[in-house]
C-alpha cells in the first residue's frame, strides 16, 4: 500500500523529492485549492448530545483561525465529540463502581473482576486518540500541521542555467 497522499506546500518543504517541475507544482496547487470544500455550516448534528455538543462548538472555536475544519468534517469532529462524552460517563461509572466488581458465575460462585466499562474505556481512548491526529488536537498532530513559509529567494546565474528555477 502506497503513502498518503500530502499537501504540495508540504510535499515542497520536505525537499520536492519527486522531483516535480513548475508546472506540475502549479497543476497540484491549483488542484488543491478547487478541491477544498466550504466551511460555512460547520455546526454540531442533531444528534449529538449536549454535552459533546458543548465540547464541538469549543473545539470548532479553538479551531477557527487554523481554517482547517470544513463541511465535511463535521461529522468525525461529531464522532471524536461523542467518543469524548461517553469516555467521561464510563470514567464516572467507573469511579463510582470502583475498579473491581463482583461477579457471579453459572457455579454460583462470586468473584472479584476488572470492570467491564474498563474496556469500554480503551476502546473509546483509542477512537479519541485516533481523530485527535486527524485533527491536530494533540501537541505531535500540530507539529505535523506546522508548515512554515518558505522564503523566496532570488536565483543565482549558475540557478538560472542549470537548476530547476
Known sequence: MGRKAMP???HLLQGNKNRLTKKEIEQRVEAEKRLKPKANK???????????KK??????KEM???????????DALALYCDAYVNYIECTRIIAE???MVEYTNKAAETNKVPHPLLTKKKQLHEQMKSLAAEFGLTPAARAKLAIPKKEEKEPTPEEKLFGDV
Open 8 to 10: 504540495i506546500q508540504l
Open 97 to 99: 463502581e470502583g475498579l
Open 64 to 74: 477557527q483561525d487554523l481554517d482547517l475544519l470544513t463541511n465535511i468534517d463535521v
Open 55 to 60: 465540547e464541538f462548538k469549543r473545539i470548532v
Open 42 to 52: 460547520v455546526k454540531p448534528p442533531a444528534w449529538l448530545s449536549d454535552e459533546a
